[in-house]
């Protein structure tokens, strides 16, 4: 039975440049072609020294078979095979040519190849008998074959040296390289230029040529608070506000600016919408006229520009616009609905500060009035005006009576002191005091005891005091109350918000934007990170579904 063969992989020919001593020495774009007396080692000759050992071999053969053998130019492969097949057979060959002659005298195949079965089989692989059959066969194995001619081997190649073959080899390899390395550098011109350059030219063209010029125009402003003392010391820290009350105001300002009922009043009042959807705005920058308020909104946002500075209070608004003369325009119509909405701010708190000492004072005036009308209705009713000057004058009529009074008893003692007094003078003088002493009784009745219908003066002296004393209080609070109210006006005052405007919007004379050069070296750069992270991740999943 013959040994099946195996199909050839590898088959490429690779094409050996020719030796010829006449050759021209490489050079160019082959940097590691050798010399023609060099063999690829350097100082190392190893080629005088396989000329030696092939010299020391003729000297020991010294037969016409070695020098028939080495007319044939057997290549440094075949040579190696026939050792090799040497070694497989047990033989002991001084060198390659030896190997080659042994084998030959003993009808074997210097120049066979390897086979798998061969190598399996038992035994020393490859090996033949002086009849042609392997080492265990028997005669009539080979009976269905003895017709069969066997095909002899191809005719050797010319001897190459190793230095030549190994130049050859590392020629190819570096155009192998060459090759790949133009490839895979031209493979990323063309993913750059389709992925980065070409989106770069399309933005460029678009700001350079397409974009419509838009004007910008800034304005600085910031909120003061007014600055005033108050009328009362400690009435003042009650009113007062907080520390970061203008900063409040600020922010609140700037978020009423960027809300969309700043957009939406500004359309109304200026006509923002249809500034924007005329047909000389580009594309990209102009607005449908059927286009919705939130549309609108994102073109308000990204037309509009507002920041706020915390450490100096200072809001920077930046409007854009399509010519000069509406961006101004646009610009003090918002500086107008920034105003009106910080007095809107502090309008409530000035009013809820101003309600209250208006309402105390108010009613302050209303029981003082209350008061007075008592105190008149009982000075009506009594018939008496003041209660102490009544009094006094009925006190001086009683001081009257009492010294009228003693001066007639004094005259009375007199009279009765003599020792005939007149009787008619006597009976007089006793008329006059017992009249005295009635009109001092009178009068002493009228200030303490009430009668019917009359009341005394001192039950009247008494009501027209306490009326007196509430018609005091009452002013004494209402003379506190307008001191509040006062107060209040004051830190109201202070509450109040200007705003002052810094910078004021001019119109400028010359396209803000686009800013062309800028947004194109933007763009570049936005499209040249896209394809570094896609490259990144593309690669990071090759390897990992490759490892």
Known sequence: MSTPKAQKF???????????????????NMPFAPVPADDGFGDMNLVGAQAGSSAAAAGRLGSAELVALKAEGLSAQQLRTARRVALRNGIDAQDDYDAVLQLRRKNIDPFQRDSI??????????????DGMKPGETPGALEPFKDKKIAQPAAPLPALDDAARRAAAIIEIQRDIVRRRRRNFTMLMVRLAFFVFFPTLLAGIYYYRIATPLYATKSEFLIQK??????????AGMFGGTAMATSQDSIAVQSYLQSRDAMLRLDQEMGYKAHFSQDTIDGLERLDPKASNEALYKLYRRNVKIGFDPTEGIIKMEVIAAD?????????????????????????????????????????????????????????????????????????????????????????????????????????VKGDMAR???????LRASMTVSGVGNKSLAEVTGELRIAEAELQTRQLMLGQTIQQLETAR?????????????????????????????NTAMAFLIFAGIYLMLSLTASILREQMTS
Do not use: C, W
């Open 10 to 28: 590898r088959i490429r020919t690779v094409t050996v440049p020719s030796l010829a001593p006449a050759a021209a020495p490489m050079g160019g």
């Open 117 to 130: 079965l061969d190598l399996s089989g038992p035994g020393p692989s490859g090996s033949l008998t002086a």
């Open 226 to 235: 007014a600055d005033g003392a108050a009328g009362g010391a400690n009435l």
């Open 324 to 428: 000069p003369k509406s961006s101004e325009e646009f610009s003090k119509a918002l500086l107008k609905f920034a105003e009106q909405q910080v007095d809107h701010l502090t309008q409530r708190v000035r009013e809820d500060q101003m309600k209250g000492a208006r309402e105390t004072y108010d009613d302050a005036e209303t029981k003082i009035a209350a008061a007075q009308q008592k105190v008149l209705t009982l000075q009506e009713q009594l018939g008496v005006l003041d209660p102490k000057s009544e009094t006094a004058l009925v006190m001086q009529q009683v001081a009257e009576v009492e010294v009228m009074l003693s001066k007639k008893k004094l005259e009375l003692d007199q009279l009765q002191a003599n020792a005939k007094p007149s009787l008619a003078r006597v009976s007089g």
């Open 436 to 442: 005295l002493q009635d009109q001092l009784d009178g």
């Open 490 to 518: 004051i830190e109201a005052n202070r509450q109040v918000r200007y705003l002052s405007t810094s910078v004021n919007p001019v119109a400028p004379d010359e396209p803000t934007y686009p800013r062309s050069f800028e």
